[in-house]
């Protein structure tokens, strides 16, 4: 899944997107479960493969974006080390493959 559709990766090069897609792991989620919440630990990346998520308010109340696959999120915590900027949920039955901050630190 890591590959040159999603633009976290649009510059990187075949060897990168082969490197980084070994050590994707998948995970589901189901319609309206939370992926991840605002100030959780941030220690991974979330890959769409396919679905939408939500970008919500604390609350759930306000929908500030959505995301398809092709698209990540959770990159901001991971790579600058602070908590979720926001909170992530599943807006239909969801399918994510998600990228360790360790593996990440080690490229």
């Known amino acids: 899944m890591a590959d040159s559709r999603i633009t976290l990766f649009r510059n990187a090069g075949p060897a990168v997107i082969r490197a980084l897609s070994r050590c994707l792991h998948p995970a589901y989620y189901l319609r309206s479960e939370y992926i991840v919440r605002k100030d959780d630990v941030a220690d991974e990346i979330f890959f769409i493969g396919n679905g939408k998520v939500e ?51 080690a490229y």
Request: proline share 2%; hydrophobic share 40%; aromatic share 10%.
């Open 55 to 105: 970008v919500v308010s604390e609350d759930g109340f306000t929908v500030y974006d959505t995301m398809t696959a092709g698209e990540a999120f959770g990159e901001v915590g991971v790579m600058y080390k602070v908590p979720r900027t926001a909170s992530v949920r599943a807006q239909v039955r969801q399918h994510c493959y998600i990228q360790l901050q360790t593996i990440i630190n």
